[in-house]
């Protein structure tokens, strides 16, 4: 900043001071002023990539969840409709919206497991065998098994695993019982 007087030495020591306090001021005022334009753009842009993670992440549940349907035709759209009656549950629950998020991500993919069964077993009518039924027990532990190392926000892979559970303890894989699921303390 210049700033110039008609005559030679047209101010003092203590106006030059005062002149270069307010210049120093004014540098300052105009440095934070474009840090904050910077950091409200950063935070926009930030905004932006957040909400591509989040649709990636949403449509790559969905790949999976169409994936596991094409494997089971019989049951398709059931990972779908129990997704949405979790929702339904949830929101009636008052649960906010990030654990529905997490909870419609979970359901939408509940029985991701299913890849491990043969498609005989999974397309053949009528009533499994007990080996048969046997083996589709295992599709919670497996689909827990593929998701374990997933790191997500919400506890998916514990939800995969639990989504047989019933709260007399006659569900499986692990026959739990009412408060031992992980889930009631999450959820």
Known sequence: MNLYGSEPNAFDAD?????????????????????????????????????????????????IAVTVEKRDPYTAGHQRRVANLSIAI??????????????????????????????????????????????????????YDIMKDVKLPWPVAEMILQHHERMDGSGYPQGLKERKSCLKRVF
Request: aromatic residues 2%; charged residues 30%.
């Open 15 to 63: 106006e030059i001071e005062l002149l270069q306090e307010l210049s120093g001021d004014l540098a300052f005022g105009i440095r934070m002023l474009r840090l904050r334009v910077e950091r409200d753009h950063l935070h926009e842009q930030q905004q932006h990539n957040d909400e591509t993670v989040k649709q990636a992440l949403a449509g790559t549940i969905q790949a």
């Open 90 to 143: 949830a929101m009636e629950l008052g649960l906010d919206d990030d654990r529905i998020t997490g909870l419609r991500l979970g359901a939408t993919i509940h029985d991701i497991g299913k890849i491990s069964v043969p498609s005989e077993i999974l397309t053949r009518p009528g009533e499994l065998r007990p080996m048969e039924f046997e083996f589709i027990k295992t599709h919670p532990q497996v689909g």
